[in-house]
């Protein structure tokens, strides 16, 4: 596991299951990337499968094992690969301290690089579709097609500047005030439905609890300083097909706001039924489904 857990980590009688497939199926990786300046960075990642490559990239409040269930649904279908962000997990973080979508996308294409994954359909959940545009926006090659799911869309932009840096002052408070712990009892009631059951909200405590406070603000100040759409120039994501997809109850990336960017980006858009943000932890079956419908057309964007 991960260096940066707490000493009171919660396992409950609800995650036992849920944790013996975590290490038996979808186990824990890591791959060196080599030197970044005067040290070596590393990416861990969690896996399982073979066939095509689907590569899963998690929100600020998560990591690699939130994909436990939504990944075992595909396993028989792909090979699938769930990143832990820079600063999450065991992954080196950045060295910027106030890194862009950019950076991820940068480590993302060494990452995939290094395992030789040369195609893939790129799937990013909150800021991780943030990653997901930017590393196909700025021109990378490895991804040929693009699913997002209850994207964050950032506050980088002129208009949206003043309420980045009042948004990140609160999240950062929030951090110092009641720490990783405090944040994991908090999350559920926002990042689920609220029809969601035990199981699902010890999940989101269990993963928002292995943050690194210090990975979880160089992303804060991501979210804060950059914008989805800056990497989508004349309303175009590259040349990648691309769709987005939302948790219908989602009060975070609300549906409306998933709608209108993918109305602005001319992408077909889905909600995800009896789901808020964490749609892929809530209704993994669905989720899993749209992934597979979108692994088809990877699969012929190939032939």
């Not at 769930?82 to 990452?111: I, K, V």
């Not at 997901?132 to 506050?155: D, E, F, M, N, T």
Request: with cysteine.
């Amino acid at each position: 596991m991960t260096p940066h857990a707490p000493a009171s980590v919660t396992c409950a009688d609800t995650l036992k299951d849920s944790l013996s497939l975590l290490e038996g199926r979808f186990a824990e990786s890591t791959v060196d990337l080599g030197k970044d300046g005067n040290d070596s960075s590393i990416v861990s990642y969690r896996s399982c499968g073979r066939g095509p490559v689907i590569v899963l990239l998690h929100g600020i409040s998560s990591g690699a094992a939130s994909w436990l269930q939504c990944a075992l649904r595909l396993e028989k279908d792909a090979q699938v690969i769930a990143w832990n962000a820079p600063g999450y997990g065991r992954s080196t973080a950045l060295p910027q301290m106030q890194p862009s979508a950019a950076d991820y996308a940068a480590r993302l294409e060494l990452f995939l690089q290094a395992l030789g994954v040369n195609h893939c359909l790129l799937v990013g959940h909150s800021l991780g579709a943030m990653m997901a545009a930017a590393y196909v926006g700025k021109g990378y090659k490895r991804a040929s097609r693009l699913l997002l799911i209850s994207p964050a869309q950032g506050y980088g932009s002129d208009a949206k500047q003043e309420r980045g840096r009042q948004i990140a002052q609160e999240r950062l408070d929030v951090l110092r005030t009641i720490g990783v712990e405090g944040m994991a009892e908090r999350s559920p009631a926002r990042m689920l439905s609220a029809q969601a059951g035990d199981t699902e909200r010890a999940w989101v405590r269990w993963n928002i609890q292995w943050l690194n406070p210090a990975g979880y603000t160089q992303a804060v100040h991501m979210l804060c300083g950059d914008a989805l759409q800056a990497y989508a120039p004349n309303g175009m994501l590259g040349h990648v097909p691309a769709t987005v997809y939302c948790g219908a109850e989602d009060v975070v990336t609300t549906a409306d706001d998933s709608r209108e960017l993918a109305w602005n980006l001319n992408l077909p858009f889905h909600l995800i039924d009896n789901a808020g943000h964490a749609c892929y932890i809530e209704q993994a079956g669905a989720v899993a489904a749209a992934i597979r419908h979108q692994l088809s057309g990877h699969l012929y964007q190939l032939s």
